[in-house]
């Protein structure tokens, strides 16, 4: 599908959620485009307070959007705290999508996820499967939430005219991630597990579920550049789904980050702990389409993201 390049040289480019793993990554990434970076802290406008991101946005009256700001977490997570998921994620979309709206912004992308594709649809997972049936259990408030923005977006195109894209990244991992014992997804949580292990000599580890799951994992900064080349290129009413095209069984990736974390003791599978989607492999026939793919292999990604996690730790050994 023919898309019209939007040029970003020069325009005030916002970036919501710009302390978060992508969000950063986004900024890293701009730094490399002439734009006026524009970012807002939390403390200063609650993406969740309507009548605050509609003044800010009155003032600040960005030109481009990045809309990577969300409440995230890994599949335990999104089971605890479906309330915080579904009502965080909804107001985040609603309020920021609708204030681009009033204050003429030229293009916003929408960042959904992987997560909102049916528990069962045929893999690779194609864009056009979205609501074709139930959804993943643990995480249906999140999936709800970013294919409410997903909609906003599309419904915003067509009744205003909108340039909104929404794009659906795979799981994501890399430089400022969140290590939560409880709450992380499983790159950053095995990264740390393992490593903690190896420090402390300890010599059996603990992976949650049965290890059969299937997952796609996409280095951040690779999202990143993906999110700036379909900014320019991609204008449609059509999600796209931005991942590598190659998966892996959770099983075979914790003895990944086991190898390049350097831990070498016992790997135990807790099947008490939820497994989640069986696959969540997405089609990328239209991302190709567009003349992107992702640059960092998985095995140098992790290598990468542990470097990261073992910096950031440096800065904060508690957390
Ligand atoms: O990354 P994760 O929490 O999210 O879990 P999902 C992926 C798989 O890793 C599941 C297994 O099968 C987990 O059972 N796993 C093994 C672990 N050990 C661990 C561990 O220590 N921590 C975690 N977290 N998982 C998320 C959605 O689903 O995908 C989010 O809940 C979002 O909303 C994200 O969409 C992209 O891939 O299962």
Request: hydrophobic residues 40%; contains cysteine.
């Amino acid at each position: 599908m023919a898309s019209l390049p939007f040029e970003l040289r020069g325009k005030s480019v916002y970036v919501a959620g710009h302390r978060g793993m992508v969000g950063s990554a986004i900024v890293r990434r701009l730094a490399q485009e002439n734009v006026n970076l524009v970012t807002v802290d939390r403390r200063e406008v609650d993406l969740c307070n309507q009548a605050a991101v509609l003044d800010w946005f009155a003032t600040s009256r960005p030109q481009a959007v990045f809309l990577a700001a969300a409440k995230v977490g890994g599949i335990v997570a999104n089971d605890e705290l479906r309330a915080e998921f579904i009502y965080d994620n909804i107001a985040i979309g609603a309020n920021v999508i609708h204030a681009a709206h009033l204050n003429g912004v030229e293009k916003m992308m929408f960042l959904g996820s992987s997560c909102i594709y049916p528990k069962l649809a045929p893999q690779p997972l194609r864009e056009e499967s979205v609501l074709s049936g139930p959804l993943e259990p643990t995480n249906e408030p999140y999936a709800i939430a970013k294919i409410a923005g997903i909609k906003m977006a599309e419904a915003y195109r067509s009744q205003y005219g909108c340039d909104f894209i929404s794009v659906m990244p795979t799981n994501l991992y890399g430089p400022g991630d969140n290590y939560h014992p409880e709450y992380s997804h499983v790159v950053a949580a095995l990264i740390r597990r393992f490593h903690e292990a190896k420090i402390m000599g300890t010599t059996s580890v603990t992976v949650w579920g049965t290890g059969a799951p299937r997952r796609e994992f996409l280095y951040v900064d690779d999202m990143a550049d993906a999110c700036v080349h379909l900014m320019k290129t991609y204008s449609s009413a059509e999600p796209i789904n931005i991942g590598t095209g190659a998966d892996i069984t959770i099983a075979e990736f914790a003895h990944l980050v086991a190898e390049v974390v350097g831990y070498q003791g016992e790997i135990r599978f807790d099947t008490s702990r939820p497994d989640g989607t069986p696959q969540k492999l997405l089609d990328i026939s239209r991302l190709a389409a567009q003349g992107w793919s992702a640059a960092t292999s998985l095995e140098s990604g992790i290598a990468f993201a542990y470097r990261a996690y073992q910096s950031e730790r440096g800065a904060n050994p508690t957390g």
